[in-house]
């Protein structure tokens, strides 16, 4: 149990064997996560700081930062590669919510949010059907620690605590529309798909997804002793 901002919180949270790691452990540099990284922002140098930054941030401090990372782009470029070979070993599986735009939008979103360390929105895109729901309600979990949801087997709405940032990910061009002058969102394009660029040099999905995991180790203390700017991160 603690304590933060006068309520009492129970930690549910276990750490992974990576984020037990000591920031002081000796370490190599992760080339082809840090490749596969900047291809989610199509190679773009001042894009992947930014991205390394706000991953940082989070990975150091555990709390969570207004801003939702967008990386819109064509199939096949790393986005699940990066989620379910990084971002899920590393927070680990159970933490991280995967979250359809069905579920987005569904009744009981409570339930799919409650003890989560980490959401992460999966092919959402919008239309002018759903688009005011849908933009309602993500500038609600973005914008704000606390939302009331509905959770199954309860009657009413309740709060709940949103512990981590947010990421979207979508093969579409516009996955959702935002508001002009918004500070909320920040929108990246991929590179290529993977099979174009020889699975960033490892010849074949299966190495490029073993060598990804020989690097988890050291990409995790490379956010360890990222030097942080805090402004950028918020």
């Not at 239309?127 to 009657?155: A, C, H, P, T, W």
């Not at 579409?172 to 508001?179: G, R, T």
């Amino acid at each position: 149990f603690f304590e933060k901002n006068g309520q009492t919180y129970r930690n549910l949270f276990v750490k992974t064997e990576y984020l037990l790691l000591n920031k002081n452990t000796k370490h190599n540099e992760p080339k082809i996560i840090i490749d596969l990284v900047k291809n989610l922002v199509n190679n773009d140098e001042e894009r992947y700081i930014y991205l390394m930054n706000w991953l940082a941030n989070f990975i150091q401090t555990m709390e969570r930062t207004p801003i939702a990372i967008i990386i819109k782009g064509k199939q096949g470029t790393g986005k699940n590669l990066f989620i379910d070979k990084v971002l899920r070993p590393i927070l680990s599986k159970e933490q991280v919510a995967l979250i359809s735009k069905e579920e987005l939008l569904g009744k009981f979103i409570g339930t799919i949010f409650e003890n989560k360390l980490f959401y992460i929105f999966d092919e959402i895109s919008h239309s002018y059907k759903d688009n005011f729901q849908l933009q309602n309600r993500l500038k609600q979990i973005i914008g704000s620690d606390d939302v009331f949801m509905e959770k199954k087997y309860e009657n009413t709405k309740s709060e709940t605590k949103l512990w981590g940032p947010i990421f979207l990910f979508s093969n579409k061009s516009v996955p959702i529309a935002i508001e002009t002058n918004s500070r909320r969102e920040v929108v990246f394009k991929s590179g290529e798909p993977l099979s174009k660029i020889d699975f960033l040099g490892c010849g074949s999905y299966e190495n490029l997804c073993d060598k990804i995991k020989s690097e988890l180790r050291d990409f995790t203390l490379t956010l360890l002793n990222w030097e942080v700017d805090k402004n950028m991160a918020s």
